[in-house]
């Protein structure tokens, strides 16, 4: 239901509609998965989990939790020895023969509440034999590192992932373009440096959840809070062997997923507990201090990366490694440590790089994807790096960026040819919105001022064949419904999804309806809503099923009126010749046909338009080289630039400004591309300052919300101006192409550079907080005297 | 362990009259606590930290939530009243505006509604945002036991970290402000990894007034999260009462009182730190407060 | 564990309902009367997203005993709108779009109402210090702040208030003029 004042939008594509789900949302109406209700039949799990970061698992005596009343059944890992995982299946759903994280699950009580089987969890003994724990990927990939995964060699993988058995590295990238050595020489200027990041966590604001139902007639249930109803599945069902059509998944509002609810993170555990007590629904849900243990973080990263130019600034050669902490299991870390790899220049035009990335196994929280995807990560050094460069070579960063940034049509790293974009136009837009170079003066006399910039690319990281479904169905009023796959977890799915549809057919935006909940059982397929590829690869599927719809319609009208289709057009709801000037509203028509003249019988019938999209032109890559046709589908590219104040005297950072642009191709929704843009500024901001902490041991130091900070409303920039370019996208739907993720990719090397032009000072380590920055200045004050 | 998703098991009891209080405690012993806005004491029950078995409710008690003031001996704040009430209370914003300051700098508005002046007293946390305020205004803690009442000097009542000079069986029931000295001015300034809404890394309050000191003037400095206990900055007043206010003495005091502190590293800050901003909002705290008395 | 027989008003309508001592007010009103509008982010009084009204001031209602709300009055979301009509609150949010993923909706809309209850002309830093205790990961805050200002004239010229005398500080902007809606 649309809360519009307005009762008819016409052409809704590129206009600032109201959302969808506004409504349901602001009333408390909106069912998030924890909502559902299941009456007196629900069971309730909890998870006995690890101690210890690295151990073996001597023995496990679930007899005292058994005993309490009210408890239905235990479960570990000997009931549940099945592996998931999305693209390298390494992971147990309960831990089998060892641990390998602090919080790993061991066992599942499911109990008549959740308070009995919380009470029987803290009674399952668990004999553990500890072994080394390992916690930097340096140091795991070191030949003495305690071996994480023996069996590594026996995972069933994806056929673009390559692990190494017998190491703790799971994917290695390469990537090999001219010859790095030969153009060091010819270098005016190189500058080499390493950069590292901890792991944060996406701290949405509602905590996975998933509620389980395996029926005695073998058909199971999942309602769960996740990105990837249809992934999820497909996993399950290849895991837990539950055929593909007894499995069904159910997933109602998502309250936040930034990457921590795709794939299958803790759903596999809440099915297979289920099948413990058929017949009778099982609720799991994780308290948010688990949020921080026991779902997936963004991974950690060294890298260590050396570039250099020549002596008018233009890019000659990179070399770079990234090491990922991918944490104890790496399933879809991997594919991470791949889409770094094959984009590991940044958006820059290098002829000559050297690149390797390796997701790396650690004792620590599972490393899986967060909103970036590899590419936060990474800009963090090259952003900085490339800073860095500039100064040696003496040009302005934003005109250094200029020059080397990718355009169209340039042959990237991997030789594909760059689509079209316009980064430049995204570097002059956020320069001017900043007064770029004039820098104002600092609001008090112990406050130091400073400008910084970054650009980013992204692409849609994905196996080559992911596909999405449309069905386009009408309601006797020609209102309709458009049965998608994709999930709104807040970016505007639906909203979209309802204006692509209404702008296909020709109908007013406020006749559609998105059915939702997405449900496997009558949704169409939709690979993830991920990757920021909804806009893009759902829209296509819509608009296609948009237009198979009306394809029908006119064909129908065309032979009723005796016209060529090709002469009539739908709009606002009503056929319409462009000859005749004859009108047929849409209503009834839709599902009743039309009679022929004097009643002779009829024509059409219920209409139902399809359609889908799905990648044919994605190529393999090298394996030596990671050279090849198309690695990707495409890249979005955008620029930020920060305006900030340090206050030397406490090191506290105060945001005046973020400036940021996209090339977002087509904005199907203007306003709610904003809204990306500036929830994405605050969450990259945010994300300079987090930082998972761990003890010498693996366990985590600030496991809550009271010591795992994230910006609050007294924290926002004083101001974020936010605008988009549109470059159309080729095959995207009016040109459109994604950006809900490339928004925060670059804030945290923005500031580092605006805090190095504020202070003098660099910081390559995240996070950045107050108190190093004082730190910092305190020793540049000692050395300075 | 991780904290469950729930509260433990426990008894709630309301007491209703001031005398059933120490019987309970008596009657249950360890297995007892009191429960005033429980902001802080769910949190620890569901983290596994303390397992009372009853949790006896004192908010309703007469006088636990009155405020009164009287022009001749000052300020009485119930224990039980909450942070916002503190702050909002016209007579506290009217005659102990530092005291309402540093109950608005307590977490969020929603907490600041359950957690109480007293909770925040008698929890001996020494980031107790409260107590540098209550330190230098010279507060007094009122504990009641059967035997009748006492007095506390708050800069007598905290012993360490969650421990304070409350016996067993012992109930506080207000705090005690004297009136203060005419003209002064003070000031509470906490820096905590968010501009509002987050504990103290440190929390400095500063309070002056004009008095016969070889300056003129007598400064008071309590501090926060940088020690064991909230603790005065006594060196530092001294600095203070000696040399003539300006920015020299002031500097001066800062260092002072950042010796007095003996911060500890932990997951919010390390001690070198929490030192430096002693200094630093020491320096600030006077330089605003000497605005204002001169 | 002692149960105790409570009465209490929720949005308007008077409950008599069995708790037990170690029930959470957010627990009584999601699981006893299906209430599910406010959520649950945290148990621990961090989040914000568990916020309701109670005797007209914003609590964590995960850190209210459900035994001492004996005897209160209860407002949650879902009593905010008048009979389905939105409250020029909610559609202020509505207009600036400062809902994304709706799980923070809730518990923001308890804090913002309160605040301009009993402050109906806020500067733009005492609504963030009102919302400082409603986390949201989505949004960036910015237009939810922007909602509570447009909200705050609205609601003050309905009740005949005169207009401030400063008009407020936008945060946003934006370079590109909006056709938000309309045929």
Same mark, same amino acid.
């Given at each position: 239901m649309t809360v519009s004042k307005a009762t008819f939008t016409s052409d809704p594509v590129g206009k600032s509609v109201p959302r969808v789900d506004m409504y349901d949302k602001l009333t408390g109406i909106a069912l998030f998965t924890d909502d559902i209700q299941f009456g007196p039949n629900l069971y309730y799990a909890r998870l006995a989990r690890s101690p210890h970061a690295h151990a073996l698992i001597k023995q496990i005596d679930v007899s005292k939790a058994l005993e309490v009343p009210g408890v239905k059944a235990v479960v570990t890992g000997k009931d549940a020895p099945e592996l998931v995982g999305m693209y390298l299946v390494d992971r147990p759903v309960l831990a089998g023969e060892r641990v390998r994280y602090f919080g790993e699950p061991v066992a599942g009580v499911i109990a008549t509440s959740e308070a009995l089987a919380e009470e029987a969890t803290r009674l399952v003994k668990v004999e553990y034999e500890e072994l080394p724990a390992v916690f930097g990927p340096m140091e795991s990939i070191q030949p003495d590192a305690p071996l994480l995964h023996p069996d590594l060699g026996e995972y069933k993988v994806a056929s673009f992932i390559f692990p190494e058995p017998g190491t703790n590295i799971s994917e290695h990238f390469k990537l090999r373009k001219g010859d790095v050595e030969s153009a060091w020489p010819r270098c005016a200027a190189i500058v080499e440096g390493t950069f590292r990041l901890p792991q944060i966590q996406h701290v949405p604001l509602e905590p996975h959840v998933s509620v389980a139902l395996w029926e005695p007639s073998g058909q199971v249930t999942l309602w769960t809070s996740t990105q990837s109803p249809h992934a999820q599945r497909d996993l399950i069902a290849q895991s837990i062997h539950i055929p593909h059509g007894n499995l069904r998944v159910v997933s109602p509002y998502? $309250? $936040? $997923?930034? $990457?921590?609810?795709?794939?299958?993170?803790m759903e596999a555990c809440a099915v297979v507990l289920a099948r413990a007590v058929k017949g009778h629904p099982v609720k799991l849900r994780l308290t948010r201090e688990e949020e921080f243990v026991g779902t997936t973080m963004r991974q950690s990263l060294v890298a260590h990366t050396k570039i250099g130019c020549d002596a008018e600034g233009n890019l000659l050669a990179m070399e770079t490694q990234y090491y990922f902490g991918g944490g104890a299991y790496n399933d879809y870390g991997v594919n991470i440590a791949r889409a770094a790899g094959y984009s590991c220049t940044g958006p820059y035009d290098i002829p000559n790089v050297k690149g390797d990335s390796c997701s790396v196994y650690t004792n620590l929280p599972i490393g899986g994807p967060m909103r970036g995807f590899g590419m936060p990560e990474i800009h963090w050094g090259i952003e900085q790096i490339m800073d860095q460069l500039a100064e040696k070579i003496g040009m302005d960063p934003a005109e250094f960026r200029r020059r080397n940034c990718v355009k169209t049509d340039d042959t990237i790293l991997t030789s594909m040819k760059m689509p079209a974009i316009d980064l430049v136009a995204c570097i002059d837009k956020v320069t001017e919105a900043i007064n770029w170079g004039q820098e104002d003066k600092p609001s008090a006399p112990h406050k130091k001022r400073g400008q910084g910039i970054a650009i980013m690319w992204k692409a849609p990281a994905m196996p080559p064949n992911p596909g999405s479904s449309a069905v386009v169905r009408f309601n006797e009023d020609a209102t309709l419904n458009v049965e998608i796959g994709a999930q709104e977890l807040g970016q505007g799915a639906f909203t979209v999804a309802a204006q692509m549809a209404a702008q296909a057919l020709g109908v007013p935006y406020e006749w559609v309806r998105v059915s939702a909940p997405v449900d496997t059982k009558y949704s169409p397929y939709e690979?993830?809503?991920?990757?920021?590829r909804i806009t893009w690869s759902m829209g296509n599927a819509v608009k296609a099923a948009a237009e198979d719809a009306r394809r029908q319609i006119l064909e129908i009208v065309a032979e009723h009126w005796g016209e060529d289709p090709n002469d009539l057009d739908i709009k606002n709801g009503k056929v319409i010749s462009y000859k005749s000037e004859q009108e047929q509203p849409l209503q009834n028509m839709v599902i009743y046909g039309l009679p022929n003249e004097d009643f002779e019988g009829w024509k059409g019938g219920p209409i139902i338009g399809r359609g889908m999209f799905m990648l044919t032109y994605v190529t393999n890559l090298d394996f030596e080289t990671g050279q090849g046709t198309r690695a990707v589908a495409h890249y979005t590219v955008g620029a930020q630039a920060v305006d900030l104040e340090v206050?030397?005297?406490?090191g506290q950072v105060e945001i005046l400004k973020i400036a940021s642009v996209y090339d977002v191709g087509k904005a199907i929704n203007p306003d709610l591309v904003l809204t990306q843009i500036e929830g994405g500024a605050v969450h990259g901001m945010s994300s300079a300052f987090e930082a998972l902490r761990f003890d010498e041991k693996g366990q985590p130091l600030n496991r809550s919300l009271v010591d795992y900070r994230i910006v609050t409303a007294v924290d926002v920039p004083k101001e974020i101006h936010g605008d988009f370019v549109e470059t159309p996208l080729e095959d995207g739907p009016w040109g459109a192409r994604g950006v809900g993720e490339h928004v925060m990719v670059q804030t945290a090397p923005a500031i580092a550079n605006a805090i190095n032009d504020a202070l003098g000072i660099r910081f390559?380590?995240?996070?950045?907080?107050a108190e190093k920055i004082f730190l910092a200045l305190e020793e540049q004050k000692q050395e300075e005297t | 362990m991780l904290a469950r998703p729930g509260l433990p098991s426990f008894d709630y009891v309301r007491a209703s009259a001031l005398y059933e209080v120490p019987r309970l405690l008596e009657e249950h012993g360890e297995a007892a606590r009191l429960l005033m806005g429980g902001t802080d004491l769910f949190v620890r029950m569901r983290d596994g930290f303390v397992s009372p078995q009853i949790l006896v409710d004192v908010k309703h008690l007469p006088s636990m939530r009155d405020v009164s003031y009287d022009e001749q001996t000052g300020l009485t704040i119930g224990a039980a009243t909450t942070m916002n009430e503190v702050a909002r209370h016209p007579d506290v914003q009217a005659h102990y505006p530092l005291l309402a300051e540093a109950a608005s700098s307590v977490a969020s508005y929603q907490l600041r509604n359950r957690a109480t002046l007293g909770g925040n007293l008698c929890n001996g946390s020494p980031a107790a945002d409260t107590a540098p305020a209550t330190l230098v205004l010279g507060g007094r803690i009122v504990l009641y036991r059967p035997t009748g009442e006492r007095e506390i000097p708050a800069d007598e009542f905290f012993l360490g970290p969650g421990a304070t000079a409350m016996q067993a069986g012992e109930l506080m029931t207000a705090i005690r402000f004297p009136?203060?000295?005419?003209?002064s001015a003070g000031k509470y300034l906490k820096l905590g990894r968010n501009k509002a809404g987050d504990l103290a890394i440190a929390g400095v309050a500063v309070f002056g007034f004009p008095d016969g000191t070889a300056s003129g003037y007598r400064f008071r400095i309590g501090l926060a999260s940088v020690a064991p206990v909230p603790l005065r900055a006594r060196e530092a007043e001294e600095v203070l009462a000696a040399s003539p206010p300006g920015e020299e003495t002031f500097a001066l005091a800062a260092e002072r009182a950042m010796e007095a502190a003996s911060p500890i590293d932990d997951v919010r800050a390390s001690a070198a730190y929490r030192k430096a901003m002693v200094r630093a909002l020491t320096l600030r705290g006077l330089r605003e407060i000497w605005r204002q008395l001169s | 564990m002692t149960m105790h027989s409570i009465t209490v008003t929720v949005n308007g309508g008077r409950e008599r309902l069995d708790v037990p001592s170690n029930m959470t007010l957010l627990q009584l009103l999601r699981e006893k009367l299906a209430l599910t509008g406010t959520k649950n982010?945290?148990?621990?009084?961090?989040?914000?997203?568990?916020t309701i009204l109670m005797n007209d001031e914003p609590v964590n209602s995960c850190m209210v005993l459900a035994v001492e709300a004996d005897g209160a009055e209860i407002v949650t979301v879902e009593g905010l709108a008048d009979d389905g009509q939105l409250t020029p609150l909610q559609e202020a949010f509505v207009e600036h779009n400062a809902v994304q993923c709706g799980f923070c909706t809730p518990g923001v809309l308890i804090s913002a109402h309160a605040l301009l209850k009993r402050n109906p002309h806020p500067t733009e830093e005492e609504i963030k210090l009102a919302l400082v205790g409603n986390l949201c990961r989505c949004t960036g805050y910015l237009r939810i702040i922007q909602a509570v200002q447009t909200a705050a004239g609205r609601v003050s010229q309905q009740a005949g208030l005169p207009r401030p005398a400063s008009g407020g500080v936008g945060a946003a902007s934006a370079s590109i003029s909006q056709d938000k809606g309309g045929a």
């Amino acid at each position: 239901m649309t809360v519009s004042k307005a009762t008819f939008t016409s052409d809704p594509v590129g206009k600032s509609v109201p959302r969808v789900d506004m409504y349901d949302k602001l009333t408390g109406i909106a069912l998030f998965t924890d909502d559902i209700q299941f009456g007196p039949n629900l069971y309730y799990a909890r998870l006995a989990r690890s101690p210890h970061a690295h151990a073996l698992i001597k023995q496990i005596d679930v007899s005292k939790a058994l005993e309490v009343p009210g408890v239905k059944a235990v479960v570990t890992g000997k009931d549940a020895p099945e592996l998931v995982g999305m693209y390298l299946v390494d992971r147990p759903v309960l831990a089998g023969e060892r641990v390998r994280y602090f919080g790993e699950p061991v066992a599942g009580v499911i109990a008549t509440s959740e308070a009995l089987a919380e009470e029987a969890t803290r009674l399952v003994k668990v004999e553990y034999e500890e072994l080394p724990a390992v916690f930097g990927p340096m140091e795991s990939i070191q030949p003495d590192a305690p071996l994480l995964h023996p069996d590594l060699g026996e995972y069933k993988v994806a056929s673009f992932i390559f692990p190494e058995p017998g190491t703790n590295i799971s994917e290695h990238f390469k990537l090999r373009k001219g010859d790095v050595e030969s153009a060091w020489p010819r270098c005016a200027a190189i500058v080499e440096g390493t950069f590292r990041l901890p792991q944060i966590q996406h701290v949405p604001l509602e905590p996975h959840v998933s509620v389980a139902l395996w029926e005695p007639s073998g058909q199971v249930t999942l309602w769960t809070s996740t990105q990837s109803p249809h992934a999820q599945r497909d996993l399950i069902a290849q895991s837990i062997h539950i055929p593909h059509g007894n499995l069904r998944v159910v997933s109602p509002y998502v $309250g $936040g $997923g930034f $990457g921590g609810k795709a794939g299958v993170t803790m759903e596999a555990c809440a099915v297979v507990l289920a099948r413990a007590v058929k017949g009778h629904p099982v609720k799991l849900r994780l308290t948010r201090e688990e949020e921080f243990v026991g779902t997936t973080m963004r991974q950690s990263l060294v890298a260590h990366t050396k570039i250099g130019c020549d002596a008018e600034g233009n890019l000659l050669a990179m070399e770079t490694q990234y090491y990922f902490g991918g944490g104890a299991y790496n399933d879809y870390g991997v594919n991470i440590a791949r889409a770094a790899g094959y984009s590991c220049t940044g958006p820059y035009d290098i002829p000559n790089v050297k690149g390797d990335s390796c997701s790396v196994y650690t004792n620590l929280p599972i490393g899986g994807p967060m909103r970036g995807f590899g590419m936060p990560e990474i800009h963090w050094g090259i952003e900085q790096i490339m800073d860095q460069l500039a100064e040696k070579i003496g040009m302005d960063p934003a005109e250094f960026r200029r020059r080397n940034c990718v355009k169209t049509d340039d042959t990237i790293l991997t030789s594909m040819k760059m689509p079209a974009i316009d980064l430049v136009a995204c570097i002059d837009k956020v320069t001017e919105a900043i007064n770029w170079g004039q820098e104002d003066k600092p609001s008090a006399p112990h406050k130091k001022r400073g400008q910084g910039i970054a650009i980013m690319w992204k692409a849609p990281a994905m196996p080559p064949n992911p596909g999405s479904s449309a069905v386009v169905r009408f309601n006797e009023d020609a209102t309709l419904n458009v049965e998608i796959g994709a999930q709104e977890l807040g970016q505007g799915a639906f909203t979209v999804a309802a204006q692509m549809a209404a702008q296909a057919l020709g109908v007013p935006y406020e006749w559609v309806r998105v059915s939702a909940p997405v449900d496997t059982k009558y949704s169409p397929y939709e690979w993830q809503t991920v990757a920021s590829r909804i806009t893009w690869s759902m829209g296509n599927a819509v608009k296609a099923a948009a237009e198979d719809a009306r394809r029908q319609i006119l064909e129908i009208v065309a032979e009723h009126w005796g016209e060529d289709p090709n002469d009539l057009d739908i709009k606002n709801g009503k056929v319409i010749s462009y000859k005749s000037e004859q009108e047929q509203p849409l209503q009834n028509m839709v599902i009743y046909g039309l009679p022929n003249e004097d009643f002779e019988g009829w024509k059409g019938g219920p209409i139902i338009g399809r359609g889908m999209f799905m990648l044919t032109y994605v190529t393999n890559l090298d394996f030596e080289t990671g050279q090849g046709t198309r690695a990707v589908a495409h890249y979005t590219v955008g620029a930020q630039a920060v305006d900030l104040e340090v206050d030397t005297e406490t090191g506290q950072v105060e945001i005046l400004k973020i400036a940021s642009v996209y090339d977002v191709g087509k904005a199907i929704n203007p306003d709610l591309v904003l809204t990306q843009i500036e929830g994405g500024a605050v969450h990259g901001m945010s994300s300079a300052f987090e930082a998972l902490r761990f003890d010498e041991k693996g366990q985590p130091l600030n496991r809550s919300l009271v010591d795992y900070r994230i910006v609050t409303a007294v924290d926002v920039p004083k101001e974020i101006h936010g605008d988009f370019v549109e470059t159309p996208l080729e095959d995207g739907p009016w040109g459109a192409r994604g950006v809900g993720e490339h928004v925060m990719v670059q804030t945290a090397p923005a500031i580092a550079n605006a805090i190095n032009d504020a202070l003098g000072i660099r910081f390559n380590d995240l996070p950045l907080s107050a108190e190093k920055i004082f730190l910092a200045l305190e020793e540049q004050k000692q050395e300075e005297t | 362990m991780l904290a469950r998703p729930g509260l433990p098991s426990f008894d709630y009891v309301r007491a209703s009259a001031l005398y059933e209080v120490p019987r309970l405690l008596e009657e249950h012993g360890e297995a007892a606590r009191l429960l005033m806005g429980g902001t802080d004491l769910f949190v620890r029950m569901r983290d596994g930290f303390v397992s009372p078995q009853i949790l006896v409710d004192v908010k309703h008690l007469p006088s636990m939530r009155d405020v009164s003031y009287d022009e001749q001996t000052g300020l009485t704040i119930g224990a039980a009243t909450t942070m916002n009430e503190v702050a909002r209370h016209p007579d506290v914003q009217a005659h102990y505006p530092l005291l309402a300051e540093a109950a608005s700098s307590v977490a969020s508005y929603q907490l600041r509604n359950r957690a109480t002046l007293g909770g925040n007293l008698c929890n001996g946390s020494p980031a107790a945002d409260t107590a540098p305020a209550t330190l230098v205004l010279g507060g007094r803690i009122v504990l009641y036991r059967p035997t009748g009442e006492r007095e506390i000097p708050a800069d007598e009542f905290f012993l360490g970290p969650g421990a304070t000079a409350m016996q067993a069986g012992e109930l506080m029931t207000a705090i005690r402000f004297p009136i203060l000295p005419p003209g002064s001015a003070g000031k509470y300034l906490k820096l905590g990894r968010n501009k509002a809404g987050d504990l103290a890394i440190a929390g400095v309050a500063v309070f002056g007034f004009p008095d016969g000191t070889a300056s003129g003037y007598r400064f008071r400095i309590g501090l926060a999260s940088v020690a064991p206990v909230p603790l005065r900055a006594r060196e530092a007043e001294e600095v203070l009462a000696a040399s003539p206010p300006g920015e020299e003495t002031f500097a001066l005091a800062a260092e002072r009182a950042m010796e007095a502190a003996s911060p500890i590293d932990d997951v919010r800050a390390s001690a070198a730190y929490r030192k430096a901003m002693v200094r630093a909002l020491t320096l600030r705290g006077l330089r605003e407060i000497w605005r204002q008395l001169s | 564990m002692t149960m105790h027989s409570i009465t209490v008003t929720v949005n308007g309508g008077r409950e008599r309902l069995d708790v037990p001592s170690n029930m959470t007010l957010l627990q009584l009103l999601r699981e006893k009367l299906a209430l599910t509008g406010t959520k649950n982010g945290c148990s621990a009084g961090e989040c914000g997203a568990c916020t309701i009204l109670m005797n007209d001031e914003p609590v964590n209602s995960c850190m209210v005993l459900a035994v001492e709300a004996d005897g209160a009055e209860i407002v949650t979301v879902e009593g905010l709108a008048d009979d389905g009509q939105l409250t020029p609150l909610q559609e202020a949010f509505v207009e600036h779009n400062a809902v994304q993923c709706g799980f923070c909706t809730p518990g923001v809309l308890i804090s913002a109402h309160a605040l301009l209850k009993r402050n109906p002309h806020p500067t733009e830093e005492e609504i963030k210090l009102a919302l400082v205790g409603n986390l949201c990961r989505c949004t960036g805050y910015l237009r939810i702040i922007q909602a509570v200002q447009t909200a705050a004239g609205r609601v003050s010229q309905q009740a005949g208030l005169p207009r401030p005398a400063s008009g407020g500080v936008g945060a946003a902007s934006a370079s590109i003029s909006q056709d938000k809606g309309g045929a």
